[in-house]
């Protein structure tokens, strides 16, 4: 695939906590410098910069790709920031991977960072400008609102309940426990705290949801005779793929996510995937509600439409099950700084791979994984297939 | 690697250290002011409202009626100059009852946002608009509803020359 | 093989400086549409991903990437953004078609200046928060500082800063989509009313709206679909500080490595020997000057004279902003590096009607995103 074979050889994170004292600038050279310590490089190393943020109206800063660019090594290099909304952590290594792929660098350094904390006086207020400023702006909507509209359709439509869907946030926020830097670990959540948590856009509820936060995480991607130099667990991107539907939210089935699918068969044509669910070892779609694990699950083609919550009920989701899902603890337990998230799924990729997640170990050598992340208006779908 | 690593970077501050006058901030806001060109689609869409009517507009190549209108279908991508009235009236595709507001104020009485399948659209072609005179606890999926209008001399070609849609059969 | 990318269809609508009667989807529609018919592409069949170039604030939307893909033919196809120029735009379309998985890619740049109310303020939005909004400067000021130090480090004059505003100017009196043609004394440039000295107002580009998409493909397919493909030789893309603390003034050092970076995968050694025509940033009259100093076609101090002597006029040693740059058809935000391509193109194509240049087959389009930043990208081209 690809005029070069790409592989991630280190990686680096920062907590996701609600607020952080450190600066954007501050949280993306936190986790380029782990990433570069992690594999022993320098920036002199680094070929090309590839970073991908959120929407500019959380900084308060326009052209933040710019503002940011030093924190993230690019001073003097070739500079470029992606994006595609909520899916830009799983599409900012693609970004990394066609500069590689197409033979123009050998060495790219990918970060993602948020620093939503600095909306006032909260960050969802930002999110009204994503509706379309002439046919929806002037209702005020929230961003709740698509949500539960997108999840009240997915459970009606197949008759899934809420605690079917709880078992979700359940299973990611005991599994971020063992995150270092997860905001939401809770070993002892139950689906009771679930359910009783707070009504906020009925079907959502607040225990539903990975609030904004703030963080960093980076990942350092080699072309393969560089990746064998440094290190002998290289971690290679094998697939890549990304859709994006119609703006017209409202003019498409809300209960199942077909730009998700498009992306992974995208991604699992490349990387030579006939029957994802025998070939994928750990899969970890993009959590930031946990109806939306589901949802992309099912998109993802890893369950049949409808029926992702057997994943949960059944064992195969969790750890020592036949295909961990969010082993990481996903956004509802380590949290949701939209585009460092969905690199945060990259990044837990590559350390389960190679064996090196710790107390979240994925037991019995997982050889491949799919991370996926989502955005815009229930739009675009990005997915990245690794293995060893 | 992740097990190696015994602090992770971040720190995380609190509203507290705010109050407490601990963090140093700087406070700024945007005056960012736009006018967006409606143009042909949306622009028509607008001035039906106005005349109480909701606009659609049809493709010949697929035969689809889509609703807010478009001046060419982004399937087929090819123009699409025909503009079709539709009834005012739809089904329930969705619905939420929403009870914080979108600067996060908690209301006691909830707000019912929803995407209405339009009548005389093609099926799971709709808006989003809010629900009315309806008890939040009898909203369906599928109901059947209709449009609310502000009076003719009030309406300004928005999309919230539509007050709400509220139920056709009495719940 | 996929080693070589073509740009193999142009389309644009514009530019004026203003667009009432369309919306930007309608707007950008039309540009695709025209971009499509000249590469006789079907976006739904056979173009495979899309890239779009947009910033958020210049449209008053956040996360606009959701907008972009109807109008392009992308609906639920590979489409992304980047946050960049048009000539961003085109390095990344380049970078995918180049991977060997997609043969035809399309890119869209587009600006609804007009529709900004309060552009200014937007503009300032993008300097740092704590250390230089609180000055409640306009952001015209930092191109006022570069232009102080270029002035001063390379004894350049405000008379060669003007002379490249009536040469672009006049320029576009040839270019049936310029909107912003006029033939200048250098007493009417001089004399406009100075914003942040040295800077004048006249040295500014206006804003204009429009809308650019173009096609490019690979090699295999490049050769089937057109008989005037434009062969990408090279680019090259760069970032200084974006701090204003801590950067260098004088010189484009962005343009400098970003020009070293297209230069080197295109085998260029001697700039002014190999390159027919060029178009450059002029957003602020200076930075034509900055520009060719940057991009090696005269050493440090001399573009200023070489100007003033006429050496980048259309008929002479090497045309500059034939087009009329974004003097001549306006600031188009990030569109800016597409209308440099555009131009180059169209003249590598023999299509540049009454303003031809005769005997050119390899042109360099350069950009720049504009102040606060130091962010650059080059592009050689070839027929």
């Known amino acids: 695939m690809g005029m070069q074979k790409v592989a991630v050889v280190g990686a680096g994170m920062t907590k996701f906590v609600r607020r952080a004292q450190e600066t954007a600038k501050e949280l993306t050279w936190e986790a380029a410098h782990m990433a570069l310590e992690s594999c022993e490089m320098t920036m002199d190393d680094i070929e090309a910069v590839c970073f991908g943020t959120a929407p500019d109206a959380f900084d308060g800063v326009h052209l933040n790709g710019e503002y940011v660019s030093d924190g993230a090594g690019a001073w003097r290099k070739p500079y470029m920031r992606s994006y595609v909304g909520g899916g830009t952590g799983v599409f900012v290594p693609i970004q990394g991977w066609y500069h590689i792929a197409s033979g123009l660098f050998d060495v790219v350094m990918v970060v993602a960072e948020e620093k939503m904390s600095s909306y006032y006086p909260h960050a969802q207020a930002a999110f009204m400008t994503i509706f379309d400023h002439t046919t929806e702006r002037p209702l005020k909507p929230n961003l709740l609102w698509i949500f539960a509209m997108e999840m009240n359709r997915y459970m009606t439509t197949y008759g899934i309940s809420k605690a079917d869907i709880a078992q979700v946030a359940v299973q990611h926020k005991r599994n971020a426990a063992d995150h270092p830097c997860a905001l939401l670990g809770d070993k002892d959540i139950t689906l009771q705290d679930i359910l009783n948590s707070e009504v906020l856009a009925w079907p959502v509820q607040r225990l539903d949801v990975s609030p904004v936060s703030d963080g960093a995480v980076a990942v350092i991607l080699a072309a393969e005779h560089i990746a064998k130099r440094i290190t002998d667990k290289p971690v290679w991107i094998e697939g890549v793929g990304w859709h994006l539907d119609t703006s017209y939210w409202t003019n498409r089935e809300l209960a199942y996510p077909r730009y998700v699918e498009y992306a992974a068969r995208m991604a699992y044509d490349m990387a030579g995937i006939k029957e994802p669910r025998k070939e994928i070892n750990i899969a970890e779609p993009y959590d930031p509600f946990d109806y939306k694990a589901l949802h992309h699950l099912e998109g993802l083609q890893l369950a049949e439409r409808g029926k992702a919550a057997e994943l949960y009920s059944d064992g195969t989701a969790s750890r020592s099950g036949n295909m961990p899902i969010c082993p990481s603890g996903g956004l509802l337990g380590v949290g949701n700084p939209i585009a460092a998230a969905g690199l945060m799924k990259i990044a837990e990729l590559f350390w389960q791979l190679r064996g090196e997640a710790g107390a979240r170990q994925v037991p019995g050598q997982p050889r491949r994984g799919v991370a996926q992340a989502w955005g815009d208006l229930m739009q675009v779908g990005t997915v990245v297939v690794m293995g060893k | 690697m992740t097990a190696k690593i015994k602090e992770f970077p971040g720190i995380s501050l609190s509203e507290q250290d705010f109050t407490d006058g601990k963090i140093l901030f700087n406070f700024d806001k945007l005056n960012g002011i736009y006018a967006w060109d409606t143009g042909v689609g949306i622009g028509s869409y607008l001035a039906s409202l106005k005349a109480g009517v909701i606009l659609g507009s049809h493709c010949p190549n697929c035969r689809k009626i889509v609703v807010p209108p478009r001046t060419f279908c982004e399937f087929c991508y090819r123009p699409m100059d025909e503009f079709v009235p539709l009834n005012d009236s739809g089904t329930v595709n969705t619905f939420s009852l929403c009870y914080v507001t979108w600067d996060v104020k908690r209301i006691k009485q909830p707000e019912i946002p929803a995407v209405i399948d339009i009548d005389g659209a093609s099926p799971l072609h709709g808006i989003m608009h809010m629900l009315g005179e309806i008890d939040p606890k009898k909203v369906k999926i599928g109901m059947r509803v209709k449009a609310v209008w502000k009076p003719a001399e009030e309406r300004q070609g928005s999309i919230n020359d539509i007050l709400y849609f509220k139920p056709i059969k009495e719940v | ?383």
């Not at chain 3, 005037?228 to 003034?249: C, F, M, Q, V, Y």
């Open chain 3, 1 to 383: 093989m996929h080693d070589r990318v073509a740009i193999v269809g142009v389309g644009c609508i514009g530019f004026r400086p203003s667009t009432p009667e369309h919306s930007y989807k309608e707007m950008v529609y039309e540009a695709a549409m025209r971009a499509y018919t000249d590469a006789g592409v079907d976006p739904r069949r056979d173009v495979e991903s899309f890239v779009t170039v947009a910033e958020d604030f210049h449209e008053g939307t956040s996360i606009f990437d959701e907008y972009t893909p109807d109008q392009i033919g992308g609906a639920l196809k590979p489409v992304h953004t980047i946050t960049g120029d048009g000539l961003h735009g085109i390095a990344t379309a380049y970078m995918l078609i180049r991977t060997g998985q997609f043969d035809i890619v399309a890119i869209e740049g587009h600006s609804k200046a007009s529709n900004i109310k309060t552009l200014p303020e937007v503009t300032a939005y993008a300097q740092d928060p704590i250390l230089n909004r609180p000055l409640k400067l306009n952001s015209h000021f930092i191109a006022g500082l570069e232009m102080n130090r270029y002035l001063f480090e390379t004894d350049s004059t405000r008379e060669q800063c003007a002379a490249v505003v009536i040469k672009n100017r006049f320029n576009a009196l040839s270019n049936s989509l310029a909107p912003y043609g006029a033939n200048l004394t250098l007493e009417d440039v001089l004399s406009g009313p100075v914003i942040s000295w040295p800077l004048g107002s006249r040295e500014i580009a206006v804003h204009a709206d429009g809308a650019i998409v173009m096609v490019l493909a690979s090699e295999e397919k490049a050769l089937s679909l057109s008989d005037k493909p434009i062969w990408i030789l090279g680019t090259g893309w760069n970032n200084d500080s974006p701090a204003l603390e801590n950067r260098d003034w004088a010189h484009s050092k962005y343009t400098e490595e970003a020009a070293r970076m297209a230069y080197r995968q295109a085998g260029i050694n001697n700039p002014l020997e190999a390159i027919d025509i060029a178009e450059v940033d002029d957003t602020y009259a200076y930075k034509e000057l900055q520009a060719l100093e940057a991009l090696g076609f005269c050493r440090e101090g001399e573009a200023g004279t070489l100007t003033l002597e006429g050496f980048t006029s259309p008929d002479s040693g090497l045309p500059v902003n034939v087009s009329g740059g974004s003097l001549g058809m306006g600031n188009l935000l990030e569109a800016n590096g597409l209308a440099r391509a555009l131009e180059i193109v169209l003249q590598l194509r023999g299509e540049a009607g009454p303003r031809q240049i005769e005997n050119v087959n390899l042109g360099l389009a350069q950009s720049w995103r504009g102040v606060p930043t130091t962010s650059g990208a080059v592009l050689i081209l070839a027929n």
